[in-house]
């Protein structure tokens, strides 16, 4: 039997994220999403999150939290342990979480991070975690698509086919 990747190493049960996080270099970024099926437009919005700060978490909506946005009811197309191991996988990404509430904030007071992340769908004042981050003298940031690409849209081509 071969050993599990070291990736692996990088999923963090929610109860361990706070004492994950305390050994990660600072200024910590913090952002959180589906990310259901891995796409240029994913990888490109993490590169460019994770270069304003020192490590990454990354907090995954659970498989119940994906299905209340209403993407559908044959979303997620990955399972969250499908997704959780994805992400982990990629190099500018230092933890992954998750949770199963329809907002990620608890994992945002859990981690405390210095920068908070989301994609240019969400104007900074929208972005949940934004107010408690900016009183510790945090940043937030929504940042611009580079690559207009959703799974919502991928999915929608393939079913097309």
Same mark, same amino acid.
């Given at each position: 039997?071969?050993?599990?990747?070291?990736?692996?190493?990088?999923?963090?049960?929610?109860?361990?994220?706070?004492?994950?996080?305390?050994?990660?270099?600072?200024?910590?970024?913090?952002?959180?999403?589906?990310?259901?099926?891995?796409?240029?437009?994913?990888?490109?919005?993490?590169?460019?999150?994770?270069?304003?700060?020192?490590?990454?978490?990354?907090?995954?909506?659970?498989?119940?939290?994906?299905?209340?946005?209403? $993407? =559908?009811? *044959?979303? &997620?197309?990955?399972?969250?342990?499908?997704?959780?191991?994805?992400? !982990?996988?990629? #190099?500018? %990404?230092?933890?992954?979480?998750?949770?199963?509430?329809?907002?990620?904030?608890?994992?945002?007071?859990?981690?405390?991070?210095?920068?908070?992340? $989301? =994609?240019? *769908?969400? &104007?900074?004042?929208?972005?949940?975690?934004?107010?408690?981050?900016? !009183?510790?003298? #945090?940043? %937030?940031?929504?940042?611009?698509?580079?690559?207009?690409?959703?799974?919502?849209?991928?999915?929608?081509?393939?079913?097309?086919?």
């Amino acid at each position: 039997m071969y050993p599990a990747p070291a990736f692996e190493s990088k999923i963090c049960p929610p109860d361990q994220l706070a004492a994950r996080v305390a050994s990660l270099p600072r200024p910590l970024v913090f952002t959180n999403g589906c990310f259901d099926i891995l796409h240029r437009g994913h990888v490109t919005y993490l590169g460019q999150a994770r270069a304003l700060g020192a490590a990454m978490v990354v907090a995954l909506n659970s498989d119940a939290s994906v299905r209340r946005q209403g $993407k =559908g009811d *044959d979303r &997620p197309i990955n399972t969250l342990e499908d997704r959780l191991a994805v992400m !982990a996988s990629l #190099g500018c %990404v230092d933890l992954v979480t998750w949770f199963d509430e329809d907002t990620p904030i608890a994992r945002i007071l859990e981690c405390q991070p210095d920068v908070l992340v $989301k =994609g240019g *769908d969400w &104007p900074v004042d929208r972005i949940v975690g934004a107010p408690e981050t900016l !009183a510790r003298g #945090g940043s %937030v940031h929504s940042i611009p698509f580079e690559h207009q690409r959703s799974t919502t849209s991928l999915l929608e081509k393939i079913r097309r086919l």
